[in-house]
Nanobody, 116 residues
């Protein structure tokens, strides 16, 4: 089992930045895929981006490409999502996820609100 705990959400003005963190614990050696999803009210959960941990390769949704960056601190077993140039449409609950070749484990989420 793997436990994921997100932090770093909050309220920010349009154009601002936030960095989300996701601390992983448990059987983290089994993980090779980590990522972020988000869900806005009355919308489906949307994939934001992910990282293949053996190589560090990242991929992003078109809606965030160039503005969001995923990174990982292996020593701390922590995943980050740096969000820049935030827009009101980025407002959502952000979820960290991880697994072996697929997303098996999920955090509880952290709320991001972008106000204009």
């Amino acid at each position: 089992q793997v436990q994921l705990v997100e932090s770093g959400g909050g309220s920010v003005q349009t154009g601002g930045s936030l960095r989300l963190s996701c601390a992983a614990s448990g059987n983290t050696d089994s993980i090779d895929l980590m990522g972020w999803f988000r869900q806005a009210p009355e919308k489906e959960r949307e994939w934001v981006g992910g990282i293949y941990t053996p190589t560090g390769t990242t991929n992003y949704a078109d809606s965030v490409k160039g503005r969001f960056t995923i990174s990982r601190d292996n020593a701390k077993n922590t995943l980050y999502l740096q969000m820049n140039s935030l827009k009101p449409e980025d407002t959502a609950m952000y979820y960290c996820t991880a697994g072996e070749r697929t997303y098996n484990y999920w955090g509880q989420g952290t709320q991001v609100t972008v106000v204009s």
